[in-house]
């Protein structure tokens, strides 16, 4: 499976620039399936345009079944998924919901934010074919009108 290289410059937090620190991160693209899917989800739910708008309102809450049915991976491949975003420091663990104590419930990190939004800008580094295999990046991309 391909490697997909996302460089990160910037790190934000609530919204506000906090410096540059560059960090290199390679993601398979099944991870970066899962990463548009979470991201595009936090979009839709609070309503803005791209993916950097959840700096100021970060609604990309989701979970193992969201992940299996958004990016169309299988429960397996979803738990893996939500390990490896996380120690990539892409998505967060915030804890099982006291309304919902059978789920563990995560978001997208600032960095991830930032992953999100340096893929919806650069599309010219995801190649076509990886697009064509993987729906839920293919939906992500569409939005970013390329």
Not at 28 to 46: R, Y
Request: charged share 20%.
């Amino acid at each position: 499976m391909a490697k997909l290289i996302i460089t990160l410059s910037t790190t934000f937090a609530n919204g506000k620039h906090e410096g540059d620190s560059s960090k290199l991160v390679c993601l398979t693209e099944l991870e970066v399936s899962a990463l548009a899917a979470v991201a595009l989800n936090g979009m839709t739910t609070m309503g803005g345009s791209e993916p950097a708008d959840l700096h100021a309102d970060n609604c990309s809450w989701f979970n193992q079944g969201d992940i299996m049915k958004w990016a169309g991976v299988t429960t397996m491949q979803a738990r893996g998924l939500m390990t490896f975003l996380s120690r990539k420091g892409l998505v967060a663990d915030h804890g099982v919901d006291k309304g919902d104590r059978k789920r563990d419930h995560w978001y997208v990190s600032s960095e991830g934010i930032n992953a999100a939004q340096h893929l919806w800008t650069t599309i010219n580094q995801v190649d076509a074919a990886v697009i064509a295999r993987r729906p839920a990046l293919a939906r992500f991309l569409a939005l970013g009108g390329f």
